[in-house]
């Protein structure tokens, strides 16, 4: 597949409203220009399986019941929604909370590994595999694994296992095998190749369970359709508790996954803007933060044509975050598609002003958010200033326990 140039002629109107009526991906399995599917031969034959399959369940609805019924009784949905009454009158606008953060295993990835596992069953795979960073995914994988009896495999990359020992841990008492990989960066991009080399060895019986909005055709679209119940619940409770729809909604983006799960229910409500919010890191320069649609270029990772922060050569280039599960160098195809036609706004919040948001949360509204989900909050913060008085969405993508080790090593240097 060769990627389509770019910049490319969109019209904005045209393509929100395919968007809208749920033209994207299309047949290509691309969304404009972007995604698609640059995977060696072996995988092509894969992904078109898994292609149908996907399409035939998740229409099918004895499928959904299935999917329906343990989120409601293992995930523990609808998660709430929140007013934040007292963080609101801080910042000086009217505040809500779509708390992801009280799904179990803590975040909204849970959405997306119950789903797919369930696939992956429905399939017939015998075994699992994922690739994990941080060890979030890792932990919502080998739980949905166990719920419905798969073997599960996570790829790790070396440094990770070592950095993110409690996590690696948690998912081998939950069952899962957890492979240390020590080749190139030895983070999660080897990760992630380890378990595609896996997944090619064995397509028929292995199901790999992919953790963001990112990654080869069909991957962004199942991603994206396990996660937009964030945003179809969000969407109805502010109908119900405050009578109204936001003046906008805000996420985090690492990969872009409880991001496209919020907005995407939102898109045809034009009073609503859509925020996306990245890691500013520590600074501007390349390898100091990870905003990779706010400063990224076209190009292909992972099996897709999107975004992603790349030197002059083209070479990817390292990232930094305070916030491990946002330190990617690339993005899903959606979100790169929603910036071009200017349909969500993205912007970046450094790595300080996300710690001073989640203290702000914590003494505040008595929650400990991700430092993920602190960009997200930082973002709304600056929105307040712009917007006073704005009524605001914020995805509270997931709790901040995790992130404890990170944030008292920070207070001690
Ligand atoms: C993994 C993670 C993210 C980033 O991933 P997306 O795919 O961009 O949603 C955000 N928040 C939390 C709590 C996470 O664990």
């Known amino acids: 597949m060769k990627p389509l140039a770019f910049p490319h002629q969109l019209d904005s109107e045209k393509t929100l409203a395919a968007l809208i009526a749920g033209q994207y991906p299309d047949e290509h399995g691309r969304y404009g220009p972007f995604g698609g599917r640059y995977v060696p031969e072996t995988l092509v034959t894969a992904l078109d399986r898994l292609e149908r399959g996907a399409r035939q369940r998740l229409s099918d609805a004895r499928f959904r019941a299935e999917f329906e019924a343990q989120l409601a009784g293992w995930v523990g949905r609808p998660t709430p929604l929140a007013r934040a009454a007292r963080l609101g009158e801080l910042w000086g606008v009217e505040l809500w909370l779509k708390r992801e953060d009280l799904a179990h295993t803590g975040a909204h990835k849970i959405n997306n590994a119950i789903g797919q596992a369930l696939l992956a069953r429905h399939l017939g795979a015998r075994r699992v595999v994922a690739e994990t960073g941080a060890g979030q995914h890792g932990v919502a994988s080998a739980a949905a ?16 296992v070592e950095r993110q020992a409690p996590n690696v841990d948690r998912m081998r008492r939950l069952g899962a095998e957890v492979v240390s990989v020590t080749t190139a960066d030895r983070t999660l991009r080897s990760a992630i190749n380890e378990a595609l080399r896996d997944w090619v060895s064995d397509p028929a019986g292995t199901y790999y369970l992919l953790g963001s909005a990112v990654g080869p055709h069909p991957y962004p679209w199942i991603v994206r359709e396990l996660q937009s119940v964030i945003g179809r619940e969000a969407r109805e409770q502010m109908i119900a508790q405050a009578g109204a729809l936001p003046d906008a909604a805000v996420a985090c983006v690492g990969g872009g996954s409880n991001a496209i799960g919020l907005f995407h229910p939102f898109l045809a409500d034009r009073g609503v803007a859509l925020i996306g919010i990245e890691a500013g890191g520590r600074g501007q320069g390349l390898g100091q933060h990870a905003a990779t649609v706010v400063n990224g270029r076209p190009g292909v990772l992972h099996g897709s044509y999107s975004l992603l922060l790349q030197d002059d050569d083209g070479q990817v280039v ?58 997200a909050l930082a973002g709304a913060q600056h929105l307040a200033r712009l917007r006073p008085g704005a009524r605001l969405l914020i995805g509270l993508s997931g709790r901040g326990d995790k992130d404890l080790p ?8």
Not at 147 to 160: S, W
Not at 406 to 413: F, I, V
Request: glycine residues 10%; charged residues 20%.
């Open 318 to 375: 390292e990232t930094h975050s305070v916030s491990a599960g946002l330190d990617y160098p690339g993005v899903g195809p959606e979100h790169a598609l929603l910036h071009a036609i200017g349909s969500v706004g993205y912007e970046t919040v450094s790595d300080d002003e996300a710690i001073a948001a989640l203290d702000d949360c914590c003494r505040y509204e008595g929650i400990l958010p991700a430092l993920e989900t602190a960009h």
């Open 406 to 413: 990170a944030l008292a090593a920070r207070t001690a240097s």
């Open 145 to 160: 694994c166990a719920r419905v009896g798969l073997p599960c495999t996570v790829y790790m990359g070396q440094i990770d």
